[in-house]
Antibody
């Protein structure tokens, strides 16, 4: 079964760091385009970052320089390292697979992990 | 950066109604446009990719059209399970952008 399972969320103080993980099953993370998308409480979806199969990465302006997307082929896992966290980073974070043949439409999503930035 | 604007932000409709949601891009995105459905507390679900291609397993009452800057998502006959929030998303160029969402409520 094709599946994504996120972990690593929690309560963190402003300025702190957190690493989110997204474990995949049923497909190979490093062979696919993978993204992080977040949703603040009561708000819409916000795209955060993408890593293409070739390794190229991109970020939303709101997280550039603070967040880093990466992957581990041996663990078939996607990561999001989040540094210098701010209150406005509070959100549910989803990882998702984008299919290149489908114009990177994201067809598989994790269940989400909640990050709360508060003192 | 590209901005995506959806309209309306919300709508009320009855079961069996035909519903149309529009999405406009601030510049041409060809057909790099996807549509998602999200229900409360759940992850989004891909409905339409490449503006008009139906994702596998999605009912045929959902359809998409458009190219360039103007796009539409149509539900031909609204069903009880379709009450949700719908988002468009462009993948023409990074940073990718989502529309603000359209909440479809029961009339």
């Amino acid at each position: 079964e094709v599946q994504l399972v996120e972990s690593g969320g929690g309560l963190i103080q402003p300025g702190g760091s957190l690493r989110l993980s997204c474990a995949a099953s049923g497909f190979i993370v490093s062979s696919n385009c993978m993204s992080w998308v977040r949703q603040a409480p009561g708000e819409g979806l916000e795209w955060v970052s993408v890593i293409y199969s070739g390794g190229t990465t991109y970020y939303a302006d709101s997280v550039k320089g603070r967040f880093t997307i990466s992957r581990d082929h041996s663990k078939n896992t996607l990561y999001l390292q989040m540094n210098s966290l701010r209150a406005e980073d509070t959100a549910v974070y989803y990882c998702a697979r984008g299919v290149s043949a489908s114009y990177y439409g994201m067809d598989v999503w994790g269940q989400g992990t909640t990050v709360t930035v508060s003192s | 950066d590209i901005q995506m604007t959806q309209s309306p932000s919300s709508l009320s409709a009855s079961v069996g109604d035909r519903v149309t949601i529009t999405c406009r891009a601030s510049q041409s995105i060809s057909t790099y446009l996807n549509w998602y459905q999200q229900k409360p507390g759940k992850a989004p679900k891909l409905l339409i990719y490449a503006a008009s291609s139906l994702q596998s397993g999605v009912p045929s009452r959902f359809s998409g059209s458009g190219s360039g800057t103007d796009f539409t998502l149509t539900i031909s006959s609204l069903q009880p399970e379709d009450f949700a929030t719908y988002y468009c998303q462009e993948t023409n160029s990074t940073p990718w952008a989502f529309g603000q969402g359209t909440k479809v409520e029961i009339k």
